[in-house]
């Protein structure tokens, strides 16, 4: 018999993305939703899909998916945030692998194509971007301690599956922007912690660098104003991090200190 799959998702306030989420996943013999007190109708959405759900406190995006990993019904784990779908040629690529025991790797990685404003992004910095989200939980996880830009890892050889997971991850230029600052900030605090130290020469560099690589080294001109807009707004995050960074190695607050009440 093929081996069983379990899908693992983590949500909060998904109500307008999981739905499509959910069905592209219906070839999983188990479909787990972890949500972190959704105020919307995600928890209703996903069981109404025929999906388990359980209600736990976000800690962090690292530890929400290895709680969701070992909360599986199976040892085979397929991990998509609710801004996924995994597309027709992908699908069958897992099956096929699925059929033959997943005997060839204790993982594998697959492209992920980012959708902008209207618009797949097929280049520069935005794709292929090959992530790692189907694996033998006995054998890899959600592992470290990093719990932004998070990865899964494995012990064994990992290959590479044709086909995209198809990726919608902002609703609006305002959010993309808010979800930039708060991951530039949570990776500053993360390398702060781990001793890093950022330089003048990086703060001023490193934000072109991130720029050109991706809109003319890799190609992102070709992508249109999607691509030239994307690009700014990458570079824009690596500008952020380094100030963050910056900030505190100098002991300089980075967001709003708690206040009393007067």
């Not at 292929?128 to 998070?150: I, K």
């Not at 001793?195 to 991130?210: C, E, I, K, T, Y």
Request: aromatic letters at 12%; one cysteine or more.
């Amino acid at each position: 018999m093929s081996p069983r799959l379990s899908a693992c998702i983590i949500t909060f306030n998904e109500a307008d993305r999981l739905a499509d989420c959910l069905a592209s996943l219906a070839f999983c013999d188990d479909i787990l939703v972890v949500d972190s007190g959704s105020t919307d109708a995600t928890a209703a959405i996903a069981r109404q899909a025929g999906a388990r759900v359980i209600e736990r406190r976000f800690e962090g995006f690292r530890s929400q998916k290895q709680f969701a990993v070992e909360q599986a019904r199976f040892d085979w784990v397929l991990c998509l945030d609710a801004d996924e779908r995994v597309d027709d040629t992908l699908r069958a690529s897992i099956q096929a692998e699925r059929a033959l025991g997943f005997e060839h790797a204790a993982g594998y990685r697959f492209a992920r194509m980012s959708n902008y404003f209207g618009r797949f992004l097929r280049h520069g910095n935005a794709y292929p971007d090959r992530v790692l989200r189907l694996f033998d939980r006995r054998r890899g996880g959600w592992r470290g301690d990093r719990e932004v830009h998070e990865a899964a890892s494995v012990d064994g050889p990992v290959h590479t599956l044709a086909g995209d997971l198809l990726h919608f991850p902002y609703r609006s230029l305002e959010q993309q922007l808010a979800k930039t600052q708060r991951y530039a900030r949570m990776m500053a605090e993360h390398d702060f912690r781990r001793g890093r130290r950022a330089s003048l020469v990086g703060l001023v560099l490193s934000p072109a660098w991130r720029f050109w690589r991706g809109y003319l080294l890799r190609g992102g001109f070709l992508d249109g104003w999607h691509g030239l807009v994307y690009a700014y707004v990458r570079a824009n995050y690596v500008r952020q991090k380094t100030i963050m960074l910056w900030m505190l190695q100098h002991n300089q607050p980075v967001v709003d200190p708690p206040r009393e009440d007067r």
